[in-house]
């Protein structure tokens, strides 16, 4: 096993490379880099596994050993995957076992030093000396550009049907459909349909603001994936993974330009942790 290190600077706060490195979409954008079409599965948090697959669902099985916001990301590399599924230890496991991934960010005056660290077996010492220079020159257009789409996660300790259901249907969406304990979700219309819509009423319980959440569809594979546009034409991907009999829901969206990033990102976090505790009660 040899021990690359890999380095570079952007011209931006951690915070903003963190989640440039991290979000979703993001993350496929830079990674394409090594295979068009890569992406992962976690809920991205510390302890939890975390899948790097490709489109055909091969790739490796890999332990998040450290997750330090903005400082740190530590992968344990576990073993090998074969149509989204963990294989049997093989030599080629052997030879990746143990291995280790780590990202470190370091800020001085706005600039922000990526430092990578990565555990090869030999053979792929040359791929990976070509492919990830060019992986971190995509990060670093990333990070130094307005961010195009915005990330936010829970996972749920129930069945996939049950998430299904009440992230859908009108008569559990008012439940949990909004930020904080102060607003409630009065009405909701849910035409679950390719080319209809949805309306959501948001309102504050002291009835001072109010206002329609109003989208339409634009795919829909049922216990998987939503896709809809809102009324202002931002689009929202919605995706329903299963790790380990828990459900991993994501979604990831268009940022509005009235609001700060860091205010949308924790309001839409909330609805899903709201969604999370009306789920699991």
Request: glycine letters at 4%; proline letters at 4%; a negative charge.
């Given at each position: 096993?040899?021990?690359?290190?890999f380095?570079?600077?952007?011209?931006?706060p951690?915070?903003?490379?963190?989640?440039s490195?991290?979000?979703?979409?993001?993350?496929e954008?830079?990674?394409?880099?090594?295979?068009?079409?890569?992406?992962?599965?976690?809920?991205?948090?510390?302890?939890?596994?975390?899948?790097?697959l490709?489109?055909?669902?091969?790739?490796?099985?890999?332990?998040?050993?450290?997750?330090?916001?903005?400082?740190?990301?530590?992968?344990?590399?576990?073993?090998?995957?074969?149509e989204?599924?963990?294989?049997?230890?093989?030599?080629?496991?052997?030879?990746?076992?143990?291995a280790?991934?780590?990202?470190?960010?370091?800020?001085?005056n706005?600039?922000?030093?990526?430092?990578?660290?990565?555990?090869?077996v030999?053979?792929?010492?040359d791929?990976f000396?070509?492919?990830?220079?060019?992986?971190?020159?995509?990060?670093?257009?990333?990070?130094?550009?307005?961010?195009?789409?915005?990330?936010?996660k829970?996972?749920?300790?129930?069945?996939?049907?049950d998430?299904?259901?009440?992230?859908?249907?009108?008569e559990?969406?008012?439940?949990w459909?909004?930020?904080?304990?102060?607003?409630?979700?009065?009405?909701?219309?849910?035409h679950?349909?390719?080319?209809?819509?949805?309306?959501f009423?948001?309102?504050?319980?002291?009835?001072?603001?109010n206002?329609?959440?109003?989208?339409?569809?634009?795919?829909?594979?049922?216990?998987?994936?939503?896709?809809?546009?809102?009324?202002?034409?931002?689009?929202?991907?919605?995706?329903?993974?299963?790790?380990?009999?828990?459900?991993?829901?994501?979604?990831?969206f268009?940022p509005?330009?009235?609001?700060?990033?860091?205010?949308?990102?924790?309001?839409?976090?909330?609805?899903?942790?709201?969604?999370?505790?009306?789920?699991?009660q």
């Amino acid at each position: 096993m040899i021990r690359l290190p890999f380095s570079i600077d952007i011209n931006a706060p951690k915070e903003k490379v963190w989640y440039s490195l991290w979000d979703d979409e993001n993350y496929e954008s830079w990674v394409s880099a090594f295979c068009e079409g890569s992406y992962a599965i976690s809920d991205w948090n510390q302890g939890s596994k975390i899948y790097f697959l490709d489109q055909n669902g091969s790739g490796m099985n890999s332990k998040i050993a450290i997750n330090k916001p903005f400082e740190t990301m530590l992968f344990h590399h576990l073993g090998e995957l074969k149509e989204y599924t963990e294989l049997p230890e093989t030599e080629i496991t052997k030879a990746w076992s143990g291995a280790e991934e780590r990202y470190d960010l370091k800020e001085n005056n706005g600039i922000t030093t990526v430092l990578v660290t990565i555990d090869l077996v030999e053979k792929y010492l040359d791929y990976f000396n070509d492919a990830f220079p060019k992986a971190l020159e995509k990060l670093k257009t990333i990070a130094e550009s307005k961010p195009k789409t915005i990330t936010v996660k829970t996972t749920l300790d129930t069945s996939l049907e049950d998430v299904w259901s009440k992230f859908t249907q009108p008569e559990h969406i008012i439940n949990w459909n909004f930020a904080s304990n102060d607003w409630h979700c009065p009405k909701a219309e849910n035409h679950l349909e390719i080319g209809k819509n949805f309306t959501f009423t948001m309102a504050s319980k002291d009835g001072e603001m109010n206002f329609d959440f109003v989208g339409t569809y634009q795919e829909i594979i049922p216990m998987k994936k939503l896709v809809y546009q809102i009324a202002d034409g931002r689009k929202v991907t919605v995706k329903f993974d299963v790790m380990d009999n828990q459900i991993i829901l994501t979604e990831n969206f268009e940022p509005e330009n009235i609001h700060s990033v860091e205010l949308q990102r924790s309001g839409w976090q909330s609805i899903l942790d709201n969604f999370k505790k009306y789920t699991e009660q």
